[in-house]
Nanobody
């Protein structure tokens, strides 16, 4: 099994920045894919960004965050980060990290059903 623990959420003004962290434990991550999702009140959980643990660290972003958010990983710490810049009120949501516990096949998945394990989430609130 894999345990994921997110941290780094909080309250920030529009235009500000936050960095989320997701620490993973329990299994080897040499071939997995990690993703960040978010869920705003009354809305479905949506894909934000993903990174392959192997495969050269391929990344993928939702159009709504391209150019503002950056996903990265630190292999030695089994940790994935989401650097969020130029935050907007519409970025307000609970942010979750998740893992695909299958060998990386060249694609970064964007559907919640494709991910096998989830963290508990961390709240991000952007005030206008």
């Amino acid at each position: 099994q894999v345990q994921l623990v997110e941290s780094g959420g909080g309250l920030v003004q529009a235009g500000g920045s936050l960095r989320l962290s997701c620490a993973a434990s329990g299994r080897t991550f040499s071939t997995y894919t990690m993703g960040w999702f978010r869920q705003a009140p009354g809305k479905e959980r949506e894909f934000v960004a993903g990174v392959s643990w192997g495969g050269g660290g391929t990344t993928r972003y939702a159009n709504s965050v391209k150019g503002r958010f950056t996903i990265s990983k630190e292999n030695a710490k089994n940790t994935v980060y989401l650097q969020m810049n130029s935050l907007k009120p519409e970025d307000t949501a609970v942010y979750y990290c998740a893992v695909v516990m299958r060998a990386y096949d060249g694609g970064i998945y964007s559907l919640t059903s494709q991910y096998d394990s989830w963290g508990q989430g961390t709240q991000v609130t952007v005030s206008s």
